[in-house]
């Protein structure tokens, strides 16, 4: 563009900006990319049978040890085969999520998407979107298919519970939403360590730490242990909370706070970030 | 039209571009050259919003690429074609590159056929050669119809078909009015397939000229020349207003006269002439003079003698 007046300069390809469309109508575009992209690699359905199929076995077994446990001792709480058994999906789910960032990251594709989308935090809550509800479908259908196998076996020993006693539905309903809470917290991490195997190690350390804290010498196991994801599980799933450690209700919030923190850590990062 | 203004980009104490300002057209197929590392893959990456400038600015169509709604209608780009998911299937891949800009299935099935890869469009990406994942790279760049097509390096590991079919492609984007930016460090490929030059070297502009021009400001013009009575015919050349270079084996080199006048010269007075060579400096050529400075990466010449013969031949250096 020389010094030829303005009038007649002719720019012959920008068009005039077509009716942009609606925030809701970008946000599908989005949500339909990622979910495209989750649904058509293989990886995911191999992470989400071993969050699945895993724990409906593994709790039918922790289910079938407390029933032949001698009477005599305290009676262990009726939901905690639910919870433990989740160990390994935990980890499924946390890689499922690091691998939605760090696949594209380690492969170069993420230039592809950034490109496509140089909004990038709207990225991150699309494949949090994604990864996090397809998470918490599975978790729920998890948690309430290992709850009936429990009780299955509890009942028999005069150890079970209802679904409809009181506390029971929501503990769970609570014992679900963990594997989106992992997955969630997994889908940050790949977005913050853009490395798989640096992001899985990451995810990892995430999990197993909180038991380490809970080696600390009281009270500073509870008081410190509280914060973290795995008592703040336990308060949340459990039939009998422990009096020393938050409400179920606080402990809820702590459960929430750990993605909703990581989510946040990411949004900040990947905008300023080159790739 | 892709505007670059000023544009400086370093890396801690590298300096990658180094005030870069140029303007590329529509309607052209424009080469963009420069030595491996010279930062036209960096300059490419800031025109899409990937890499942040330190300063200046980047436009595409007037607007800064991260403004953009839905940019694929705008930019098409292939920056690196085995950036791909390799169990994804290209059809697959294509569709969520194109959801993601409010594009349909069709226009997934139509770029599909423009590039040539239905036949292949439902097989896992990991098993594509380098070509095919360079046409599937080229088939979302066109997802969006786009005006301005950017494209890193496209192509490697094409076969000599391929690499026709390409060039062709983009001399039609550019006849309806595209703009096509096109990098190369291969001067001799960009020779046939771009109207345009833009060279950089070191993240500095060299050059930003039609093709031809180019040619023309950095070609030498020379006439090679030996004859057994080489210093009578210097003399007798350089009252004509020649001008000329004695070379270390006797041959002179002589500009300012062509071949033809230099024979006639000689003829006339009737001294032999043993060799009389018209030179033209090719594009490739005019591209090492341009460049020559700006190579960050030299090789050391491999000579018939010395301790180089010695050693076992290295076999990267012959794998291409």
Redesign the interface.
Known sequence: MSAAPLNTVTVPTAPARPNVPSIAVRARDLLGCEWTKFRSVRSTYWTLAVAVVTPIGFSILVASAFAAAPPGGTPADPLLPGLLSLEYAVIAVAVLGVLSFSSEFGTGLIRTTFAAAPRRRAVLAAKAAVTGTVTLIAGEVVAFSSFFADQAVLSGHHLGVGISDPGVPGAVLATGVLLCVFALIGVAIGAIVRHTAGGIAAAIGVIVVPAVLALLPAPWNGRIGRFTLLDAARQVTALHPQPDLFTPAASLLVLLAWPAAALAAAALLITHRDV | ?IELDQLSKRFGSVTALDDLSF?VR??HVTGFLGPNGAGKTTTM?II?????PTAGTALV??CR?????????Q?G?L??A????????AR??L???A????IGRRRVAEVLALTGMEAVADRRVNGYSLGMKQRLGLA?AMLGDP??LMLDEPVNGLDTEGIGWIRQFFKTLAAE???VLVSSHLMSEMALSADHLIVIGRGKLLADTPTAQLIAANARHDVLLRSPRAAELAGLLTARGATITPQPDGALVVTGLDAAAIGDLAASRGIAVHALVPRQASLEDAYLDLTGESVDYHGTPVTASGPVTERTPNPMSTAR
């Open positions: 039209m303007t529509p309607g990456k899409l919003g990937l890499d942040t169509n007037g690429y991260d403004r953009l709604v839905r940019p694929l209608h930019v780009s920056l690196d085995t950036a791909l998911h390799g169990g994804r299937t697959l891949h569709a969520s590159i959801q993601s800009n409010g979302a005006p301005v009015g595209r703009t």
